[in-house]
């Protein structure tokens, strides 16, 4: 029932900016917590930020904080990811990923519905 689709990857320089953008649909972003992960190659997918749709709270991972920002638009049902002063380390395909009710989980197990991915690419 739902879907998710990404986007707004791209290949850019260190020190540059990405924004992207998730589509929801068959679920609203008020009762569900939407969530950005990555996984670079041979790497684990791990926990980038995540926002509640009913309490508004963000989380973010160490690494990100103060260049990361997660945001929801309810009227477009989209939430976004918002990356400045990228790194080589972003470099990763990002998914954006969703669960139901409203508690924020940083696993992966937690959360049913992923999208297909979109590649950020950060060289130096």
């Known amino acids: 029932q739902v879907q998710l689709v990404e986007s707004g990857g791209g290949l850019v320089q260190a020190g540059d900016s990405l924004r992207l953008s998730c589509a929801a649909s068959g679920r609203t972003f008020g009762g569900s917590v939407m969530a950005w992960f990555r996984q670079a190659p041979g790497k684990e997918r791990e926990f980038v930020a995540a926002i509640s749709g009913s309490a508004l709270s963000t989380y973010y991972r160490d690494s990100v904080k103060g260049r990361f920002t997660i945001s929801g638009d309810n009227a477009k049902n989209t939430v976004y990811l918002q990356m400045n002063s990228l790194r080589p380390e972003d470099t990763a395909v990002y998914y954006c990923?969703?669960?139901?009710?409203?508690?924020?989980?940083?696993?992966?197990?937690?959360?049913?519905?992923w999208g297909r991915g979109t590649q950020v690419t950060v060289s130096s």
């Open positions: 990923a969703l669960r139901t009710g409203t508690v924020v989980f940083s696993t992966r197990s937690a959360y049913a519905y």
